[in-house]
């Protein structure tokens, strides 16, 4: 079962994206947080059932992030050279998770006590929705930037995903291109993850080669 897990748990990048990109799509897009309070009581009221299927989609896909950071930091960790920026890595994704799941739970209380707020609540919750995203992208870029680094110190990853992984860290961080930068995380992590998922499986073919002479 261990062996089977360090095997598949690589792909665990792959569900994140995917619900990720589930969640986006599906959800539409959310009150900004300068919205009127009049726009953020009728668009719960309108999205209610919507806004939570899709925050639960989006729950689950941090969680996968979490898992995914983890098999990552495994991953990258050994190599020697990249364990402190390995580290990084899932620092970076527990602060991406935690804002965003932040968020997600006051979106799911909107919809559900929509008709029980304020207008003045429901205003002062979707702003404080809105730009919690800020903690997120400091995540991301922990994310990025200890991945790309770690890459560079020796990791067994192309040295170009090291490379293009520090340049979409530094642009989470810079207003006009946050959004495309988290887009481009999402491909990035898609590769990395099925990069990991073929290069384990390598490494357990050759590994279990001296067994099988053994034997034979």
């Known amino acids: 079962m261990t062996d089977r897990w360090s095997r598949f748990a690589p792909l665990i990048g792959v569900l994140f994206v995917a619900l990720t990109v589930v969640g986006i ?81 006051i979106e799911l209380g909107l919809a559900e006590n929509i008709t029980h707020l304020e207008r003045s609540t429901a205003q002062a919750l979707n702003l404080i929705s809105d730009e919690i995203f800020l903690p997120a992208l400091c995540g991301a870029f922990l994310f990025s930037v200890g991945s790309g680094v770690a890459i560079l110190r020796g990791a067994n990853l192309p040295k170009w995903l090291g490379w293009v992984a520090i340049v979409i860290g530094v642009l989470t961080l810079v207003p006009p291109t946050s959004m495309p930068a988290l887009f481009a995380l999402l491909i990035w992590s898609l590769l990395v993850s099925i990069l990991m998922f073929l290069r384990t499986g390598a490494d357990s073919a050759v590994d279990a080669a001296p067994l099988a002479a053994g034997g034979a």
Do not use: C, Q, W
């Open 25 to 105: 799509f599906g959800s539409g897009e959310s009150p900004e947080g300068n919205a009127s309070s009049a726009k953020v009581i009728a668009y719960y009221h309108l999205h209610e059932s919507n806004v939570k299927t899709f925050d639960i989609v989006f729950i689950f896909a941090f969680l996968a992030l979490v898992v995914f950071a983890a098999v990552l930091r495994s991953f990258l960790r050994r190599a020697p050279r990249a364990e402190g920026a390995a580290a990084v890595v899932l620092a970076g994704a527990l602060l991406m998770a935690a804002a965003a799941l932040i968020g997600t739970s």
